[in-house]
Each structure stands twice: as C-alpha cells, then as structure tokens.
C-alpha cells in the first residue's frame, strides 16, 4: 500500500462532515474555481508555500495510504459509538474524504478506501462530481455516502464562472443514481452566483427527479480570508442571502419535492 495523496489536513473530532463522529480527509486539488470557495489552499494539486502572521509555511503534504488508514483507525472506537437515531442519524461514524475535489485522486486512494472499507469503516465523501466518470465509478465501490454539491445548472454559466462541464456533472449524477448509491444534495446559495430564480427552478427540479436522502442548503459566508491573503491573493467579498430568502427556499423545495430539507450555515 504505497501509493501516496496530496492532503492539506486531517481532521479528526469533526461533526459537520457527515454522520456521527468523523475523521476528515483535506484532498489537495480541484477542477473547478468557485468563486465563493472558502477552501483556497486546496485547489491546485501541488504543495503551495504561503506566509502567515509573517512566518513561512507549505500547504500540502504527501502522505501515503498506509499513514493515512494508521490516522484514520486511531478513532476507531469514536466511529462506532455514534448511529442511534434514524435515516442519516442511524450511520456511524467514519472518514469524510473532503478537500478540494478528493474524487480527482481516487485512484492513488484506492487501497486506502479498500482497506478502510474492510475495517468495517464507514466512508463519505464530499464531491463536486466535476471528475472524470471513471474516477467515479472507482470510488463508488468503496464510498457508503456521497455529499454531492449542486452548483450553477445553466451551462454557459457553469462554464465561465465555476470552469465546470455541466455536462459531465449531470452525467456522474446519473451515474450515481442508477447505481442507488445514498446521495444527499448540498446547495450553496450564494448571492449573485446561485440565488436566481433560474437557477433556484432548476435546482429544484434535479432534487425532483433523483430523490435524495436529504437536501442540506448552505449559507455561505465570507471565509476562508486569512488563507486568500496568506497566499497573496484577493479575499472574498460575498454577498450573503438573506436568512427569509433561505427558509422561503427550503419551504419551496420541500413543497416541491417532499424532500427532507435544511438550512445550514457554516
Ligand atoms: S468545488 Fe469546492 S474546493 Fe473546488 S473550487 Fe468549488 S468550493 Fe472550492
């Protein structure tokens, strides 16, 4: 097992990325350029020197797969203390693959997947779906829940202001589905990008037709600051929705499409 991924951070005790107790995974590398990505340190997929509060430091770390299982089994008792409840709070606890775009690296994480799979370890991943369908289709083996983002679905905006495929994206979410893979939706609302009744419309039409477990809307906010500055680049200037305009939204979605809904924050 010695294939080796490029992490930012693991983080363990987390309980906003997925059921119970998690262990979560920062994958260094993504496709696509949000502008509302609070997550700057990790789109390109190689190690990045910045400068905080004066000091130099790197973002990025390879680290092989083996190190990663041996990280991930340290809270292994944590994991399975969680899973009373039912629907989404009836799943353990585990590993959340995050980043960035964790999927882009599926293949150099296979044994990690498989290993952990074979612990018994419950993994989630948290996905654009901008990756190739091969990329997918390989971590689908391994992966009990995917958080999958929908973002802009008009393809030309898709295009010029996430440099998304739309295309691909439907593709994977087809794929997804048709293989009963369990899937909860995570919307970012973010004023100005995805908060048009267009898009809201064709949101809510693709949570129609695929039925997911759950539907999470995320407020966004202006973070993720210090680490723009810290690798010399402009910070955020978001502008934020209202908390009306989110409930009227939720109230809209589940009036649509009877799916449990919620309004997050983060
Ligand atoms: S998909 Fe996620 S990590 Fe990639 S740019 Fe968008 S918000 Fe950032």
């Known amino acids: 097992m010695d ?7 693991i983080q363990r005790f987390s309980l906003h990325d997925g059921p119970g107790i998690r262990t979560t995974v920062f994958c260094k590398g993504c496709g696509l350029r949000c502008p509302w990505c609070a997550n700057p340190e990790n789109l390109e997929s190689k190690p990045e020197s910045y400068v905080k ?8 770390q390879h680290i092989s797969c083996e190190e990663l299982v041996r ?3 340290k809270d292994e008792l944590f994991y399975r203390q969680h899973g009373w409840g039912e629907g989404l709070d009836a799943l353990p606890g585990g590993v959340t693959y995050s980043g960035g775009e964790p999927l882009l690296q599926a293949d150099r994480l296979e044994p990690a997947l498989r290993a952990l799979r074979d612990a018994g ?3 989630c991943v948290e996905t654009s779906l901008f ?3 091969e990329k997918l289709e390989l971590a689908m083996k391994y992966i009990d829940l995917f958080y999958v983002d929908i973002k802009i679905l008009n393809a030309e905006r898709c295009a010029t202001v996430l440099h998304g495929d739309l295309e691909r994206y439907l593709t994977n979410v087809r794929t997804l589905f048709a293989a009963g893979k369990p899937v909860v939706f995570r919307v970012p609302v973010i004023g100005g990008y995805t ?16 039925s997911p477990l759950k539907v999470e809307l995320i407020k966004e906010h202006n973070l993720g600051q210090s680490k723009y500055i810290s690798l010399g680049k402009t910070p955020l200037d978001l502008h ?4 009306a305009f989110m409930e009227e939204y939720k109230d809209e979605i589940v009036k649509s499409t009877g799916v449990l809904t919620e309004v997050c924050k983060i």
């Open 53 to 60: 509060d004066g000091k130099q430091g790197v973002y990025g």
């Open 3 to 9: 294939e080796h991924i490029l992490i930012t951070n």
């Open 121 to 123: 370890i419950h993994q």
């Open 131 to 133: 990756v190739p369908t």
């Open 71 to 73: 990280e991930v089994m």
């Open 240 to 243: 934020t929705v209202t908390d």
């Open 195 to 210: 908060d048009s009744a267009e898009n809201c419309k064709a949101v809510i039409n693709l949570i129609k037709r695929y």
